[in-house]
């Protein structure tokens, strides 16, 4: 059997790797014209709204501004690359959440406002921002400092599973939907330009 430590001991070392995969993928799906323009689109829309968070808390944290964490154990990477990388995470994971309401839903997808859309985006959002916070303090990475905005919700392995990522990820999927409704229109008129010129 494997021990845990090894999963532990090298968290952060699956966790870059993870974040590159999924940018490196995506990019290849895309070039080989495996994803659409619409999906390119998404992953990148979801990459710029998980560096809204990503960015101002570690940085403010790094610099001693204000604490959203603590690092139980210290990233091995400047914080910049841990920004870049968990905002590639986010990314993936708001792609997850588009295939869920495409695997779920009936077409046409992401047309214009439906309540089963918005739905699936914001459990998905809970379920695996839970699971993120359960995973990083399983590996004693980081935990969220508790404060009155932020109360703790639970406690698992002696760390604090707290409220304000789950805000978070409850607030960014309306956004992301929001945004991709108002994006699809014009991919659509740039799929119909393509299709003109050829």
């Given at each position: 059997m494997?021990s845990?430590d090894?999963?532990t001991d090298?968290?952060?070392?699956?966790d870059?790797?993870?974040?590159i995969?999924?940018?490196?993928?995506?990019?290849?799906?895309?070039k080989?014209k495996?994803i659409e323009?619409?999906?390119?689109?998404?992953?990148?829309i979801g990459f710029s709204?998980g560096m809204?968070?990503?960015f101002?808390?570690?940085?403010?944290t790094?610099?001693?501004?204000?604490t959203?964490?603590i690092?139980?154990?210290?990233p091995?990477?400047?914080?910049?690359?841990i920004?870049?990388?968990?905002s590639?995470?986010d990314g993936?994971?708001?792609?997850?959440?588009?295939?869920?309401v495409k695997?779920?839903?009936?077409?046409p997808h992401?047309?214009?406002f439906k309540?089963?859309?918005l739905?699936?985006?914001?459990?998905?959002?809970q379920l695996?921002?839970?699971a993120?916070?359960?995973?990083?303090t399983?590996s004693?990475?980081?935990?969220?400092?508790v404060?009155?905005?932020n109360?703790a919700l639970f406690v698992f392995?002696?760390?604090n599973?707290?409220?304000?990522p789950?805000?978070?990820?409850?607030?960014?999927?309306?956004?992301f939907y929001?945004?991709?409704?108002?994006?699809?229109?014009?991919?659509?008129?740039e799929?119909n330009?393509?299709?003109?010129?050829?």
């Amino acid at each position: 059997m494997v021990s845990s430590d090894i999963f532990t001991d090298n968290f952060y070392w699956i966790d870059i790797a993870i974040g590159i995969s999924i940018c490196l993928i995506v990019m290849i799906l895309y070039k080989i014209k495996k994803i659409e323009r619409f999906t390119w689109y998404l992953y990148w829309i979801g990459f710029s709204i998980g560096m809204c968070w990503e960015f101002p808390m570690i940085f403010c944290t790094e610099l001693g501004i204000f604490t959203f964490h603590i690092y139980h154990t210290s990233p091995p990477t400047h914080f910049m690359v841990i920004v870049i990388i968990h905002s590639s995470w986010d990314g993936g994971l708001f792609l997850v959440g588009y295939g869920l309401v495409k695997k779920i839903c009936a077409k046409p997808h992401f047309d214009k406002f439906k309540i089963k859309e918005l739905g699936i985006l914001l459990i998905w959002g809970q379920l695996q921002e839970l699971a993120v916070e359960l995973t990083s303090t399983y590996s004693n990475a980081w935990e969220y400092v508790v404060y009155w905005w932020n109360p703790a919700l639970f406690v698992f392995n002696g760390q604090n599973i707290t409220l304000w990522p789950q805000i978070i990820w409850f607030i960014a999927p309306i956004a992301f939907y929001y945004i991709a409704l108002k994006l699809k229109p014009r991919y659509l008129h740039e799929e119909n330009k393509d299709i003109n010129q050829k």
